[in-house]
């Protein structure tokens, strides 16, 4: 028989191990006008993401300490996908890489 994990080495992992990467949110339709606005709770952390006056998304965790202002968090739209980031370090969001398009002229072997 297992004994379940203990609760602070579950929080270690979380944070350590699944906080630093970029997490899909929802498609970007889910927001599709000015001022619009979605509610989502990210690893126990509530975030959102609006869309701003230059149709630009942008995401803030909601602090829970009293008159705290709302913190920007890391926010990209890839394929019509809406993903954060909740880790303050300086993550880049791998970029598609463009296929080098070259012609190869090469002569077959049986030639």
Do not use: K
């Amino acid at each position: 028989m297992t004994t379940p994990p203990d609760d602070r080495s579950f929080r270690r992992e979380m944070a350590t191990a699944y906080r630093s990467g970029w997490h899909f949110i929802d498609l970007a339709t889910a927001i599709p006008h000015t001022g619009d606005s979605l509610m989502v709770t990210v690893f126990g952390e509530p975030v959102v993401v609006t869309r701003d006056d230059d149709e630009d998304v942008r995401a803030y965790r909601c602090l829970r300490r009293p008159r705290g202002a709302p913190q920007p968090v890391r926010c990209a739209i890839r394929y019509g996908m809406i993903f954060v980031n909740l880790d303050q370090r300086d993550h880049q969001l791998a970029e598609p890489e463009v296929p080098d398009v070259r012609t190869i002229s090469a002569t077959p072997r049986s030639a």
